[in-house]
């Protein structure tokens, strides 16, 4: 008896092991991010003063090292974001990157460590195996507070870490498994010795009594979440899996719950299903809180555009403060139901407010702050909601009710640049044209690093240059653009070759893909300080640009990709 408390304190102890670890990981990145965000501000900073921006462009050997073989690196030779398809209709997903992987590999040890460190391997078998059950019992029900929280669009880490969503997804993906295959590991260690020793029959009639019924049912909706996830099934039927997955999760959960209350793991589910009420509970109060207002809710005019597009503008029933990199998630209930997808914010139209001015039924002036009164967003045409929206848009053009969750993202700072290269491909050109604009009104000010910047737009058709015509003809207005900005756009399937006419020097249109290394290479060549490559687009294109910024010798570039993967 003494021997077996020796070892539930051992595993309390191995428990609070994995969250110092994870803490200790989470101190590390902080460290590391608050270092990046505290020289990109001194390199801003430094702009004012020596407008040549020189130092900046010397690169940092161990840097560029650093970013060549793990910051930047794909697992393999280049791919990353390009997905794998057996054909059309079966997609494998991507591949993580190298750092990815390392931080993968490393829950994978931790947890295969702490699993079996410090049994008596030279015990009886029916002792080791009890001691392995409850081992991998309490790692998976402890594991389960970061699962959830990592699922979460509140995660809290995602601002304070600056890691994107997408990152956390994956890790929860990843941990997820780990879960499912410690907990099949506590059932096997169980099952195992006791029918060695009583048969199968005694071993159906314990796993009828109320304990062991709800760590079996745990472990089948486990299972079911397991089989259902490969990205295969995920992509082919993602709303089924969305709805199925919460409801497994759940009922998981609840099994659990009354299977551990006996032991000290509980307090951990007791944590992670805390925090994963309050998340959701937070969520619905934003969703309440932006979209109803004195009477006023959030509507969305849709516009059907040439190429299978739709530009959605949306009336906001309270302003919110834009800033560019943002994004939302867009529930339309007469089209979605209650689901919600997310898309990043192209264009915002904001109004000037003062309240002492507001009061007095004078125009705001003074004093003004500006908030985002309307938004839009551009959705290309795919399946699912985006189909339907689509269709509804050509039937029925006008306002329909709408609700938006957010804003999220806004992770990245283009402002300490003295060269941006942005490529955008498709419907990407959303997250650059927030960017272009702030960085011009910052070039204006005086307020960024900005001497260059140069935009690679890649189209299918001519027509698809309407998508943003109202957005970019306000940009080519904007004072000081002939001075920062340059519009490279290229046409990869025009109908006519005279439709590709660049129509000044700073605007220009070529037929064809670009060359991407030429064109990193060049503005790598002419720079001005730091240079930042954002990418926005197809996994092949961001992998074609991610190998151009990795082969780039001789100077500072920093590669940043948008990317939301699912």
């Given at each position: ?14 428990c ?36 040549s921006q ?30 794998w ?77 600056r ?43 314990v796993l ?13 909706a ?23 997955h ?14 551990v ?34 009477g ?25 403060t ?10 339309i ?21 003062n309240?002492n ?5 004078l ?11 309307s ?16 269709k ?9 009710s ?39 009104q ?16 890649i ?53 064809g ?54």
């Amino acid at each position: 008896m003494a021997f077996d408390k020796w070892y539930d304190m051992l595993n309390d102890e191995l428990c609070y092991a994995t969250l110092w670890i994870m803490a200790c990981m989470i101190v590390i990145i902080f460290a590391w991010q608050t270092s990046l965000q505290l020289s990109s501000h001194l390199r801003r900073l430094a702009t004012f003063t020596d407008h040549s921006q020189q130092y900046h462009r010397i690169p940092d050997s161990r840097m560029v090292w650093l970013k060549q073989h793990l910051l930047y690196a794909p697992l393999l030779r280049t791919r990353h974001n390009e997905e794998w398809q057996l054909s059309r209709a079966i997609n494998m997903g991507t591949l993580p990157s190298r750092l990815h992987t390392f931080l993968l590999t490393l829950f994978v040890v931790m947890n295969v460590a702490l699993c079996t460190t410090t049994l008596p391997y030279a015990s009886e078998e029916s002792t080791v195996a009890g001691l392995i059950r409850n081992r991998t019992g309490y790692m998976a029900t402890v594991n389960l507070f970061p699962l959830l929280v990592m699922a979460g669009r509140n995660n809290p880490l995602i601002p304070l870490l600056r890691v994107s969503f997408d990152t956390w997804n994956l890790i929860h993906r990843w941990l997820g498994r780990i879960v499912v295959l410690e907990a099949l590991a506590h059932v096997i260690a169980w099952l195992v010795p006791k029918v060695q020793q009583h048969g199968w029959s005694t071993a159906f009639r314990v796993l009828g009594k109320p304990f062991m019924f709800n760590g079996l049912m745990c472990m089948l909706a486990m299972l079911v979440i397991l089989v259902q996830s490969p990205s295969p099934i995920r992509h082919a039927f993602y709303e089924t899996f969305l709805h199925l997955h919460i409801a497994l999760a759940c009922i998981a959960i609840g099994f659990i719950w009354h299977h551990v209350y006996r032991y000290s793991c509980r307090y951990y589910l007791y944590a992670a299903v805390a925090f994963w009420a309050c998340e959701r509970l937070t969520r619905l109060l934003i969703l309440v809180y932006r979209n109803y207002s004195a009477g006023h809710h959030t509507t969305a005019t849709l516009e059907p555009l040439p190429g299978d597009a739709v530009r959605v503008t949306l009336s906001l029933a309270r302003p919110w403060t834009f800033s560019p990199g943002q994004y939302l998630f867009l529930y339309i209930p007469s089209i979605s139901g209650w689901t919600s997808h997310p898309f990043s914010v192209a264009w915002s139209e904001t109004t000037t407010l003062n309240p002492n001015l507001l009061e007095k039924g004078l125009e705001p002036t003074t004093q003004p702050t500006e908030k985002a009164t309307s938004i839009s967003l551009l959705i290309r045409r795919r399946t699912g909601f985006t189909d339907r929206l689509y269709k509804a848009a050509l039937s029925n053009p006008g306002s329909v009710s709408a609700l938006v969750e957010g804003p999220y993202g806004n992770l990245h700072s283009l402002d300490s640049y003295g060269t941006l290269l942005l490529f955008a491909g498709g419907v990407g050109i959303t997250h650059c044209l927030p960017f272009i604009r702030h960085l011009i009104q910052g070039f204006n000010e005086g307020t960024v690093a900005a001497r260059r910047v140069t935009l690679v737009w890649i189209i299918q058709s001519p027509e698809h240059l309407e998508w943003i015509r109202p957005w970019m003809t306000s940009i080519l207005g904007m004072e000081g653009r002939r001075e920062l900005l340059q519009i490279k756009l290229f046409v990869t399937r025009p109908r006519n070759p005279r439709d590709v006419q660049s129509p000044s020097a700073t605007v220009q249109m070529f037929s064809g893909r670009p060359d991407t290394r030429t064109l990193v290479e060049g503005e790598a060549w002419t720079q001005v300080g730091a240079m930042g490559v954002v990418v926005c687009g197809g996994g092949a294109l961001s992998d074609d640009v991610r190998k151009c910024c990795r082969g780039v010798r001789g100077s500072t570039v920093y590669y940043i990709e948008e990317a939301f993967s699912w």
